[in-house]
């Protein structure tokens, strides 16, 4: 299962999470599933540098608005080597790609 997988990663999310990310589906198909063990990138990714697992720590969050955005992580000291400032345009409004994740 999908959720399960992520789940194990992020750990289970708080009720503010699942209402970030706006649809009562997922909040009634968190509800459904067994509690499972958060694990550790590190164990995961065992060879990962630790700006690696830094980054992927802050990218693999449920809540959509804790995750860093793309400015924040050209940023990052991992990927900061291929940033170019003048190279990168930025998008003067939100990109909202629209999914409706709400029927199953």
């Known amino acids: 299962n999908q959720l399960d997988k992520i789940m194990e990663v ?3 999310p708080s009720r ?11 909040a009634t198909m968190v509800d459904s599933l067994p509690r499972t063990e958060q694990r550790s990138l590190r ?3 065992p060879q990962a540098s630790p700006e690696a697992l830094d980054l992927m720590k802050k990218l ?6 804790k995750r ?3 400015s924040q992580c050209i940023c990052h000291p991992y990927v900061v080597q291929f940033h ?4 990168e ?8 790609i629209i999914l409706d994740d709400n029927v199953k």
Do not use: W
């Not at 503010?16 to 997922?26: G, R, T, V, Y």
């Not at 345009?89 to 909202?96: E, T």
């Open 89 to 96: 345009p930025v998008s003067s409004q939100p990109i909202k």
């Open 60 to 65: 693999l969050v449920f809540n959509p608005d």
């Open 68 to 70: 860093l955005t793309a």
């Open 10 to 12: 992020t750990g289970r």
């Open 84 to 87: 170019n400032e003048d190279d």
């Open 16 to 26: 503010e999470d699942l209402d970030a990310i706006k649809s009562p589906f997922a």
């Open 43 to 45: 164990d995961m990714f």
